[in-house]
């Protein structure tokens, strides 16, 4: 298995009240109907014949496909 490098940066338009981790670092935003809506990596898994997407999203989900996520240097909203 050969390791890649990967960045990802960008910007994004929120809504609702911040949510902080321990760190008090903001992690995601509490909407009205009280869900969280927080920042995540993920890879998107597309069938042979493009009919359908699957989300791995947890490093499980990963190593069962035979990837293995490394440290992150950041994740969190600015």
Do not use: H, P, W
């Not at 990596?41 to 989300?55: C, F, H, Q, R, T």
């Not at 999203?57 to 069962?64: E, Y």
Request: one cysteine or more.
């Amino acid at each position: 298995m050969k390791t890649k490098r990967f960045v990802v940066t960008g910007s994004i338009e929120v809504q609702g009240q911040q949510v902080k981790d321990a760190d008090g670092k903001i992690c995601g935003y509490k909407q009205k109907d009280g869900s969280t809506v927080k920042l995540v990596l993920a890879l998107e898994v597309e069938n042979k014949d493009g009919s359908k997407y699957e989300y791995l999203v947890t490093d499980k989900q990963m190593r069962a496909r035979g990837f293995a996520i490394g440290l992150y240097d950041q994740t969190d909203f600015e």
